[in-house]
């Protein structure tokens, strides 16, 4: 699966208005919702936020990877945002976030899940795309630097 063909302007906010991971992962939920890619937006923010209460998905350097599956959607979809202010996400190396990308996949396709979960790692391990993504006024200037446009 292509990350690109998931990364457009229309998943992605920029600022994100919420000051905590809850609310973070609720703004971002809505915003697929408001795409129409999520059917049922409050058992995504429940079945996302479970899973961020088992471990935090604050991976470290300023990004947070939250993820679930869920029967609310029929196919794989992402939503990315940029935190107005750095944000306490409990990651593992104690630094806050300026970056985070959910991911929602259908509950039969664990395949996939993983694919697009180690594809954000990959391309975000490159810190100069992390620092321009963590920098980036617009989501269209995201989606342009996530695509490799940028």
Known sequence: MQLDTLITPEVIRVPLQSEDRLGVITELVELLGAQGLVHDVNKA?????????????????????????????DRLVIAIGRTAAPLDFQSFDHKPVHLVVLVLSPIDD????IQVLGGISRMLADRMIREAAYAAESADALASILQGRG
Do not use: K, N
């Open 45 to 73: 923010v429940q079945t996302t936020w479970a899973r961020e209460q088992e471990r935090t998905t604050g991976i470290g350097e300023g990004l947070a990877v939250p993820h679930g599956r869920c029967d609310c959607i």
């Open 110 to 113: 664990t395949a996939s899940h």
